[in-house]
């Protein structure tokens, strides 16, 4: 009886303890979809992105089906953005415009794609491939919503893509003209010469004097 009775408190024991492993491993592995989405929210507040990225990583992982995820996705890039972190900002816009892309959804997010890469331009004299994907992508926006909410930002910003890149050119013409390369100094003076931005009066960016001797 003494030996049953022994054996009897040693299981209680081993499931007791299995069930306290069992629920520790239920609090680190397998959270609802809500509390990651606090958790995300949470470190948004607390300026902790890469922490807020892990959340999401769970979230997406554990819970691939969430209604939760749509918005979380909109949140975090708009948290990149605003620490200028525009590369980040554009894979979660690119990951929601993939998984949730409906015509209204679209809409916004790509809207968000140009408003990241318009503001990850402080650099007048760089990034000209991007900045002429961007031109091309906002035309398209245009193109394709017509009556679109956001259209008058968006032609503001084309407008502004489109006379930094004019700039481009001419500063590159200037610089194959400097370092003897007539021809092709000649090739981007015919393309100014054909932009309908020729007659603008525009003002040049203000680039500070340690920056102006590399640009």
């Known amino acids: 009886m003494m030996r049953v ?47 807020a990225d892990d959340a999401y990583t769970s979230l997406v992982s554990e819970h691939i089906a969430s209604p939760l995820l749509p918005e979380a996705m909109l949140i975090l890039s708009q948290a990149h953005m ?75 910003m084309l407008v502004k893509l489109e006379l930094g890149n004019y700039y481009l050119d001419e500063n590159i013409a200037s610089l194959y003209k400097r370092i003897d390369k007539p021809q092709a100094a000649e090739l981007y003076r015919e393309k100014l010469k054909n932009s309908p931005l020729g007659e603008a009066k525009m003002i040049e960016p203000d680039i500070p004097w340690y920056r102006s001797m590399f640009e």
């Not at 998984?99 to 000209?128: H, L, T, W």
């Open 5 to 51: 009775s022994l054996f009897v408190l040693a299981l209680i024991g081993v499931l007791f303890f299995g069930g306290c492993a069992s629920k520790k491993e239920v609090q680190i592995y397998n959270k609802p979809a809500s509390y990651w989405y606090e958790q995300i929210i949470k470190n948004i507040k607390n300026l902790e992105l890469e922490k």
């Open 82 to 156: 605003s620490e200028e972190e525009y590369l980040l900002a554009n894979f979660y816009l690119d990951e929601y415009i993939k998984r949730f892309g409906n015509e209204k959804r679209s809409e916004y997010a790509r809207f968000m794609k140009i408003k990241a890469n318009f503001e990850s331009f402080p650099n007048p004299n760089r990034n000209q491939q991007l900045l002429i994907d961007t031109i091309a992508q906002t035309k398209a926006f245009i193109a394709q919503y017509p009556t679109s909410q956001y259209k008058a930002m968006v032609e503001t």
